[in-house]
C-alpha cells in the first residue's frame, strides 16, 4: 500500500507554467508537439552546461507549481542509468525462466518416451539401482515418474553435492546423471538471482530491483500528461516521428504500459531477496504473524530436490538433513509410501522425501507445482500406508498465500500461457526502455559531463517528496541505505572536488546563473 500511495502523492497534476519572458536560444527550437511535456514541459535548454540560464530559472518556476519535478527526474536519471544494465540481464534471464517447464521437458524428452517390454519395477528396486552405480551416495529424494513412459528422478547426495539420475523403471539401467546445480534452467536461475557472483551478486539484484522500483515509480510522475493536446506521445508513440520525440515516446509510452505490471513483478520477487526477506521474517515476527516454516527460500540456496521452482525450497533444515543411509526395511517402504502418492492426486512434480531419522516412519511427500496454489503436502506412515497428514495453500497464513500467488504470477504459473505471454511483454517492454533511455542519454549528455539532469538552484522542503522517500526506505531496506550512501557522498565528497563536481552537474548551473 505505501508504494501505490506514494505514487498518488506524487503524482498531483501541475498547474500550466508561465509563460517564459526571455527571448529564445539562437538555434530556434522545434515547434512543440501535441503530448509532448512527459520529460520536457517546456522548450528551452535546462541541460547543466546550457549557454542558458535564464531557462534555469524557468525550470525553478515550474518547481513552485510542481513539486520538486526537476528533482524527480534527476532521481529517475540516476536510478535509470544505475539499473539498466542489470533490467536487461533480469529481463533476458527472466524471460527464458518463464518457460521452465517447456524447457525442460523438452531437454528431458529422450528421458521420457521410453520403451517397455514388461512391467515396471517399483521405486525402492529403483533407488537401489541408482545407488549401486554410487557406492558413496544417499537417497535424498525421489521423484514419480511423469508418465507411464517416464524414467524414475532420484536425487542422491554424494560426496556434498545432489545428483539427479534418471533410471529405466524395467531394467534399472541410469539412463542419465547431471548434478543439480549444473542443470541448465538451474543456470538461468542463478543468473537471474545472483548473476553468477554467489551471495554478492544476490545483494546486486536486490539493490538494483529496488532502485528499479524508485525508477518506474518516478517515471510515472514525469509521463504525466501536463501540456498534453492528444493522446500522441502519451498512450501510443508517434512511430513516424525522427530523432529524439521518437526515441522520448518510445521510452515513455512503452514505460507506462509496462509499468504497473512491473512493479507487480519488482514487489512479488522480494520475499526471496536476502536484506527484505530476512526484513520480512522480523516483520512478522514482531507482528506475530510468522510461521515455522515458510514455503520459499531467503536469499542465496543451492539447488534443493526436486525443487522445480527454482525460486523457492523447503526451509527448516540444511540441505541434505534428510539425505542419510536408509536399511533395507525402511528403503522398502517406498514403495508403498509411492503407491499413496500416485493416489493422493497432487500436482507434479510430486517428491518424496524418507524419514529424517531412523527413528521416524514419516515420510515426506509433496507436491512442487510451479503454480504454487495447487501445492499440498501429505505425511505417510511407511508401515502402514496411512496418510498421517495433509495439508494445502488453504491452510496457510494469508501473508503466505500473498507471497504463494506472487511468485506463481512472477514465475509466469499463476494463469498458463497467458501468464508467460504477459511476462515476456513486460520483459521485452523492459529492454526497449533500456535502450530508448540510453539513447536518449546520450544524445542529450554534454561533452565532458555526465549529462544528469541540473540539480534545482533553490531548493526547498517538499513535504510530499519527503513522504515518499521516507515510505520508500523503510519498504526497501536497501534504497534507504544506498540513498544515504550516495547523499552523503554527493554533499560531502563530490560537491569538494571541482572536476567531479563539474562531471555530476552539481555546481554548473550556479555558476552559469552567477555569471550571467
Not at 505417510?380 to 501473508?399: I, K, P, S
Request: hydrophobic share 50%; proline share 8%; with cysteine.
Amino acid at each position: 500500500r505505501g508504494v501505490f500511495l506514494v505514487f498518488f502523492i506524487l503524482s498531483a497534476p501541475a498547474r500550466a507554467a508561465p509563460p517564459s519572458p526571455l527571448k529564445r536560444p539562437p538555434n530556434p527550437p522545434r515547434p512543440p508537439h501535441p503530448g509532448a511535456g512527459s520529460v520536457f514541459p517546456l522548450r528551452i535548454s535546462t541541460e547543466p552546461h546550457s549557454p542558458c540560464p535564464q531557462g534555469l530559472r524557468i525550470m525553478d518556476s515550474i518547481n513552485k507549481s510542481w513539486p520538486d519535478y526537476r528533482a524527480v527526474w534527476r532521481w529517475h536519471f540516476y536510478a535509470g542509468l544505475f539499473c539498466f544494465p542489470f533490467v536487461i540481464v533480469l529481463a533476458v534471464s527472466g524471460s527464458i525462466y518463464l518457460f521452465k517447464p517447456q524447457i525442460e521437458a523438452w531437454l528431458e524428452r529422450p528421458y521420457d518416451r521410453l520403451e517397455f517390454a514388461g512391467a515396471p519395477l517399483g521405486p525402492a528396486a529403483q533407488v537401489a539401482a541408482a545407488l549401486r552405480t554410487r557406492p558413496s551416495a544417499k537417497l535424498q529424494s525421489y521423484e514419480l515418474p511423469a508418465s507411464p513412459r517416464s524414467a524414475a528422478r532420484v536425487i542422491v547426495r554424494d560426496q556434498g553435492a545432489a545428483h539427479r539420475l534418471f533410471v529405466h523403471p524395467q531394467s534399472l539401467a541410469v539412463l542419465h546423471a547431471v548434478p543439480e546445480d549444473e542443470r541448465f534452467m538451474r543456470a538461468v536461475f542463478r543468473l537471474h538471482g545472483e548473476l553468477w557472483l554467489g551471495e554478492r551478486g544476490a545483494y546486486l539484484v536486490e539493490l538494483a530491483a529496488s532502485w528499479t522500483i524508485v525508477m518506474v515509480l518516478t517515471g510515472m510522475v514525469l509521463w504525466w500528461p501536463r501540456q498534453s493536446a492528444g493522446l500522441a506521445g502519451v498512450l501510443y508513440p508517434r512511430l513516424g516521428a525522427s530523432g529524439r520525440v521518437f526515441w522520448r515516446d518510445l521510452h515513455s509510452v512503452t514505460g507506462i504500459w509496462i509499468s504497473a505490471f512491473t512493479l507487480v513483478l519488482l514487489l512479488s520477487g522480494l520475499p526471496w531477496a536476502k536484506v527484505w526477506g530476512e526484513y520480512f521474517k522480523v516483520a512478522r515476527r514482531a507482528t506475530g504473524t510468522a510461521v515455522a516454516k515458510q514455503d520459499w527460500s531467503t536469499g542465496r540456496e543451492p539447488a534443493v530436490s526436486g525443487e522445480h521452482a527454482g525460486h523457492a525450497a523447503p526451509r527448516g533444515k540444511k540441505r541434505g538433513a534428510a539425505a542419510r543411509e536408509l536399511s533395507p526395511a525402511e528403503l522398502a517402504a517406498l514403495d508403498k509410501v509411492a503407491a499413496v502418492a500416485a493416489q493422493a492426486g497432487l500436482a507434479g512434480p510430486v517428491v518424496i522425501t524418507p524419514p529424517a531419522g531412523p527413528e521416524s516412519r514419516l515420510w515426506s511427500v509433496k507436491s512442487m507445482a510451479a503454480n504454487r496454489p495447487q501445492r499440498e503436502n501429505l505425511t505417510v506412515d511407511g508401515e502402514t500406508g496411512q496418510t498421517a497428514a495433509r495439508d494445502g495453500f488453504r491452510d496457510r497464513h494469508w501473508l503466505d498465500k500473498i507471497v504463494a500467488v506472487g511468485i506463481a504470477l512472477h514465475e509466469g504459473q499463476l494463469f498458463g500461457w497467458l501468464n508467460q505471454l504477459l511476462g515476456l511483454a513486460t520483459a521485452v517492454g523492459l529492454v526497449a526502455l533500456s535502450a530508448s533511455g540510453a539513447v536518449l542519454w546520450w544524445r542529450r549528455r554534454a561533452t565532458g559531463s555526465l549529462g544528469a539532469p541540473a540539480p534545482n538552484l533553490t531548493p526547498r522542503l517538499s513535504w510530499g517528496l519527503l513522504f515518499a522517500v521516507v515510505a520508500l526506505s523503510c519498504y526497501l531496506p536497501l534504497f534507504g541505505a544506498s540513498l544515504l550512501v550516495v547523499l552523503v557522498l554527493e554533499r560531502l565528497v563530490f560537491a569538494r572536488i571541482p572536476p567531479v563536481a563539474h562531471w555530476l552537474g552539481l555546481r554548473s548551473a550556479i555558476a552559469q546563473v552567477r555569471s550571467s
